[in-house]
């Protein structure tokens, strides 16, 4: 059984979690579309590397949507540690205030001392009302997850209910996942103008024009340090529902989004639901941690447009009749589960369904887990949270390893 901390913690998280859905229903629109709802503690972006030896940094990329993105870059990055402390923009001389001086890492323009590393882009948990890319628990938790499968973390903020319904953070997912495509790209437009310009000829004003252009739009850091090649889209709870349906928009997309590839997906005790009730749906839907069955219907009737509304609706149940993309073109999926979670019998059998097709579809059920357990602000800090982040990695990198053969379950 859970710890009687856990269970304490489960009791205050589900008074609080019923009185926030039970307000958005009832929710007060602002002027600009957003919901009043109580503001959550947030770790500011420090795009140095910190003691942990991550550095992080917030993006908007739409100008028409809050939907924004975290980077986290693990030290690992650079090929030499030793110099990381010096790899940052000088202030120049004269400059008294600092005023518009960014002081966080530069890569170096040559690339010798940069090293590619592969993508894991991720989205948090919520309910589809709550969360962000820069809370303090999704930032600890991604910080980790950069360290330990040696990745670049590209942590989304999609759009939140009742503000933004379906299907919007599907849509940001997919939208983030293209405008990845986008940076792999420019970055790949800008060697090659370096290529031109150091072997000489050509027309110089035509270069300068289409440099201009691509230093104006690639992030530097994904331009020196993303293989989008190896990308691997991870989510927690209504976010592992997100990181599915992209997985399924790049298997039908193809070549379409080359450079990226796709090449897993870990869903963490996902949020899915269905009309004909599994066995932990019957045994502990009223007495579930953190979340039970009252509470999950009223968050995804803040979240599904009233007409849709149904606990079959493609985005809830994976196995859907109505899905566009068949399991055999899934990527490999790694799924993990808590005892104690009610929506667990149904995240098994959706990888119980992805093997039968020859997936690669390994399950990690933790004991005595619950709901978002290596994902919430309280645990993060227990065994178990830490144990599942590393078991992550010892299976991730059999998909994004460069040598291959890597040890996995």
């Given amino acids: 059984m859970p710890t009687v901390t856990v269970k304490l913690y489960s009791v205050l998280f589900k008074f609080f979690l019923k009185r926030k859905l039970l307000t958005l229903i009832d929710a007060a629109i602002d002027p600009y579309g957003i919901a009043i709802r109580p503001d959550e503690a947030v770790a500011a972006a420090n795009p140095s590397f910190s003691d942990d030896g991550v550095a992080t940094k917030d993006l908007h990329i739409d100008p028409l949507t809050p939907l924004s993105l975290r980077i986290f870059l693990p030290d690992s990055a650079i090929v030499s540690p030793k110099s990381v402390p010096n790899l940052r923009v000088r202030v120049p001389k004269g400059a008294t205030d600092g005023a518009g001086v960014y002081g966080g890492y530069l890569p170096e323009s040559s690339g010798r001392n940069c090293r590619k590393l592969p993508v894991i882009l991720q989205f948090h948990g919520g309910g589809w009302v709550s969360g962000g890319s820069d809370t303090v628990a999704n930032d600890v938790f991604c910080r980790r997850v950069a360290r330990s499968c040696d990745a670049v973390v590209v942590a989304v903020g999609y759009r939140l209910a ?8 599907f849509e940001d997912g997919v939208k983030v996942l293209n405008w990845l495509a986008k940076q792999a790209n420019l970055a790949e ?136 993309v068949a399991l055999k073109y899934m990527p490999p999926t790694l799924t993990i589960t808590g005892e104690h979670d009610w929506m667990r019998d149904r995240a098994i ?54 040598r291959g053969n890597e040890l996995s379950y």
């Fill in 162 to 169: 009742p503000e933004s319904r379906y299907p919007a953070p």
């Fill in 189 to 324: 437009w800008g060697l090659s103008l370096g290529n031109r310009r150091s072997g000489g000829g050509g027309d110089g004003r035509r270069l300068q024009i289409a440099d201009g252009f691509g230093a104006s739009m690639a992030e530097p850091w994904l331009a020196a340090h993303a293989d989008l090649s190896r990308c691997v889209v991870l989510g927690a709870s209504c976010g592992a529902n997100i990181a599915n349906y992209v997985a399924q928009y790049s298997a039908k997309a193809g070549k379409l989004l080359d450079p990226i590839r796709v090449v897993a997906q870990v869903l963490m005790y996902p949020f899915f639901l269905g009309s004909i009730p599994t066995p932990s749906e019957i045994r502990l839907s009223s007495h579930s941690y953190l979340y039970d069955k009252s509470m999950a219907l009223l968050a995804w009737k803040l979240f599904l447009p009233e007409a849709e509304f149904s606990l079959d609706h493609p985005a809830a149940n994976p196995l859907n009749h109505a899905r566009e």
């Fill in 349 to 402: 059998s959706y990888a119980d369904e992805l093997r039968k097709v020859k997936i690669d579809a390994p399950v990690l059920d933790y004991k005595d887990s619950i709901h978002e357990f290596a994902t919430l602000d309280a645990l993060l800090k227990t065994p178990q949270a830490q144990a599942c982040c590393e078991d992550i990695a010892i299976w991730m990198k059999k998909y994004i390893s460069l």
